[in-house]
């Protein structure tokens, strides 16, 4: 059995778009899904990620199994009408098709809606033994990410990425965001691989540095403080994403230095303390950031900031406020993005009850496209806006009077991850506005 996974990229975090490798972590989805092949089928695999490569059209295989996100579902269905026309059986999963699943059901063979860890190697034998549903939705009963086999990372491209080393510790995520496509897509349970496990897969990876995309690495204070002791013998240096609360707990702020902590990724989202009651997002409290931003220098962990604009507070100013307030804190590596209202978000249903929704190619949503009606401003000035505050805050003087304020291991890595978004902000109108949702490449 030959086995191809693919997983889909829009223009601008395409190979030939305007990501670089400096920004191109090594993806978990399909190589943790490759592992799961039950070995009896004793299968060929092969995986193409089309941000560090293009997707064959001429591939050779059974199976085609492919991943979307709403900003990459219009590209994915175009492959798998494609590889269908073939004689390829399409398996389609991820994000978009468990929030639409009615939309996605055309395009595939076999949809996988929600997580897939006990559902595909199940449909990979029902498909041996001839009794292959059209569709497999996730068993609420049986979520366990314990005791799974190591993520096939020999998949991979080699040295396509800035690492390898991302590992999986946190599933899901307490807050509920209201335009998080997470919690609408795979559910509110929040889960937990034994910390045994995730110790015990580090200890297999080579190179120093490890990175944890998990939406929320503190959703548990409990098991984050366990997991980070046990980080500290194996001296490591790790990155991950939190929410502005990571500050809260004295005793963890002590564990995280001793650690390794080098990075967080923290979704500011505004600098409006009215935009977070909009975004549902109760944690953040914006008179706080001052002292969440020292504190974490303080121990020499940078900080990649994520602000979103489009809310419902935000008025005109809210670019060079937020770009000014990005400076003055000197958030090492801010990223900036458009609130988007997914499909199946409590979001959307509030903008379409609204009347607000103004496009429905799903290749716009990507969250640096204007897909709605904002409150305060017009769609091109919300799209001015973000296009500004990109330039802005990586202009080159920008850059060096955030990144001044200490010099230490890191600064050279942290350095060049601004110059690959300097050359992402040089890029952003190009790319959202010329060569967004072409997808002739693919043929009918």
């Given at each position: 059995m030959k086995i191809a996974f693919l997983s889909p990229a829009g223009a601008m975090h395409r190979y030939n778009g305007s990501f670089g490798k400096a920004l191109h972590y090594a993806p978990l989805t399909m190589p943790t899904l490759a592992s799961l092949v039950p070995p009896e089928l004793n299968a060929e695999l092969k995986f193409y990620d089309e941000t560090v490569e293009a997707i064959p059209l001429d591939l050779v295989a059974d199976i085609v199994v492919i991943t979307a996100i709403t900003g990459t579902s219009s590209r994915a269905y175009r492959y798998a009408d494609y590889f269908r026309k073939k004689g390829i059986t399409v398996f389609l999963g991820g994000v978009h098709p468990s929030l639409v699943p009615d939309e996605a059901q055309p395009h595939a063979d076999v949809l996988m809606v929600g997580l897939g860890d006990h559902t595909f190697p199940q449909a990979l034998l029902d498909y041996k033994n001839g009794c292959l549903k059209s569709r497999y939705d996730q068993d609420c009963n049986n979520l366990s990410i314990a005791g799974r086999p190591l993520p096939r990372r020999d998949l991979l491209k080699k040295r396509?990425?800035?690492?390898?080393?991302?590992?999986?510790?946190?599933?899901?995520?307490?807050?509920?965001?209201?335009?998080?496509?997470?919690?609408?897509?795979f559910g509110k349970q929040i889960l937990y691989r034994p910390i045994e496990d995730v110790i015990n897969e580090i200890k297999t990876l080579k190179g120093k540095e490890i990175l944890f995309p998990d939406v929320n690495?503190?959703?548990?204070?409990?098991?984050?403080?366990?997991?980070?002791?046990?980080?500290?013998?194996?001296?490591?240096i790790w990155f991950g994403l939190t929410t502005s609360a990571v500050t809260l707990d004295k005793e963890f702020m002590e564990i995280l230095e001793k650690s390794g902590c080098k990075g967080l990724l923290i979704g500011f989202e505004s600098v409006n303390q009215n935009s977070q009651t909009f975004f549902n997002k109760k944690v953040n409290k914006t008179d706080t950031y001052d002292l969440l931003v020292r504190q974490l220098h303080?121990?020499?962990v940078s900080i990649n900031g994520c602000f979103a604009?489009?809310?419902?507070?935000?008025?005109?100013?809210?670019?060079?406020?937020?770009?000014?307030?990005v400076q003055r804190l000197k958030i090492d590596l801010p990223r900036y993005s458009i609130i988007t209202p997914f499909p199946g978000t409590p979001f959307h249903r509030e903008l379409e009850e609204q009347n607000r929704i103004i496009e429905r190619d799903n290749a716009m949503y990507d969250v640096e496209h204007v897909v709605f009606?904002?409150?305060?401003?017009?769609?091109?000035?919300?799209?001015?806006?973000i296009d500004y505050a990109w330039k802005e805050t990586y202009k080159l003087s920008s850059i060096t009077e955030r990144l001044g304020y200490k010099l230490n291991?890191?600064?050279?890595?942290?350095?060049?991850?601004?110059?690959?978004?300097?050359n992402y902000a040089n890029k952003f109108s190009k790319f959202t506005r010329e060569v967004m949702c072409d997808n002739s490449d693919i043929p009918l």
């Open positions: 396509s990425y800035i690492t390898y080393n991302t590992m999986e510790a946190v599933r899901g995520c307490p807050h509920v965001c209201s335009f998080c496509a997470y919690p609408a897509a690495l503190i959703s548990d204070m409990d098991y984050a403080k366990k997991l980070f002791k046990e980080l500290i013998p194996l001296k490591k303080d121990i020499g604009f489009g809310g419902d507070g935000d008025e005109k100013d809210v670019f060079k406020r937020t770009v000014d307030e009606t904002p409150k305060n401003m017009t769609p091109e000035e919300l799209y001015e806006g291991s890191l600064t050279g890595m942290r350095y060049a991850v601004n110059l690959a978004y300097q």
